[in-house]
């Protein structure tokens, strides 16, 4: 799964994706946003994604690939109150799966990496938008739906100092053939390989890039001082109001502080709090900090409100 220098399609421009306003006479129903969800912590965290979805009017279809094992029987367990709130309330396909594997790697290996890659299978609509759900979404991402025709489209993995594409939002054109592709490189994957290392390995001599501002932004962005790859493409310059003002999907990355349903202590949250900028005229600005905790605590409120399901409850 070498890649060389990196993949090729990363020395092209990221597309130029259409304003809506474009797309008149789409069939909205030939394209789906798309999550899957191993266990029912992050079941909730998907259906989450779609309770934005509807909440905003996000007009193409939702899919949610889900173990085949888990009940649609609401009064016994989590997963089924949860499946059915996706599908009666967010207008959510339910796609029961079987949870891809790799013989030679333990579950927690592969399990949550490999199995969204069954997305590629989905052949039920011509373009499917593949997020993680361990992220927020801001305001729909349509109009990527629109961009030109591709295998593949993802930004690029901005915040890495050797060129990649993100695998944590996927434009994707479903395809048996593409898919026998990706099982041939899971079943030869090695400890460590994971579904962005398949994907970069795949497509990233076919593919197209999709602008990482303002799809593909890590909450980490903020606690740093040097914003220059985040800003690269642009005007080269940070300011912090825009870039939250823009942002349409934020994935939580801020190691070691837990991903935003698992309870943190004080000293993992101090450890990685964004600090306040010193502003234009000497004053200070913590509006970045601001949106980082507003993020988390916003996070953990619609997590409760929607599944009913308090920190850590798994």
Not at 56 to 75: A, C, H
Not at 191 to 218: F, Q
Not at 242 to 255: G, L
């Amino acid at each position: 799964l070498g890649l060389g220098s990196g993949p090729k399609c990363l020395l092209n421009p990221p597309v130029t994706v259409p304003e809506l306003g474009s797309a008149e006479g789409v069939v909205w129903s030939r394209f789906a946003y798309v999550q899957y969800v191993t266990t029912p912590g992050y079941l909730c965290n998907a259906v989450m994604i779609f309770e934005a979805l509807h909440r905003m009017g996000s007009r193409p279809d939702r899919l949610l690939m889900y173990p085949s094992t888990y009940s649609l029987d609401k009064s016994s367990k989590m997963e089924g109150f949860l499946l059915l709130k996706a599908r009666d309330e967010f207008g959510v396909t339910l796609v029961p799966i079987d949870v891809l594997t790799n013989k030679d790697l333990s579950y927690q290996q592969w399990a949550s990496s490999y199995t969204k890659l069954l997305a590629f299978n989905q052949t039920t609509h011509s373009r499917l938008l593949l997020l993680d759900s361990d992220a927020t979404l801001l305001a729909p991402l349509d109009e990527l739906f629109l961009t030109p025709p591709s295998r593949t489209s993802m930004p690029r993995a901005y915040w890495l100092p050797t060129p990649m594409l993100a695998s944590h939002i996927i434009l994707l054109t479903p395809s048996a053939t593409d898919f026998s592709l990706l099982l041939t490189a899971i079943s030869h994957a090695k400890l460590g390989v994971y579904d962005m290392e398949i994907v970069n390995a795949v497509y990233g001599n076919d593919c197209l890039v999709l602008p990482h501002r303002p799809y593909a932004l890590l909450s980490g962005e903020f606690r740093g001082w040097n914003h220059d790859r985040y800003v690269q493409g642009g005007d080269g310059a940070w300011d912090v109001g825009e870039v939250i003002r823009e942002a349409k999907y934020v994935h939580f990355s801020d190691d070691p502080r837990p991903k935003p349903w698992v309870e943190a202590s004080e000293r993992e949250i101090d450890s990685v709090r964004p600090i306040c900028d010193l502003g234009p005229g000497g004053h200070v600005d913590c509006r970045g900090r601001d949106f980082w905790d507003w993020l988390y605590e916003d996070f953990q409120q619609r997590r409760m409100d929607i599944c009913e399901m308090s920190l850590d409850e798994t």
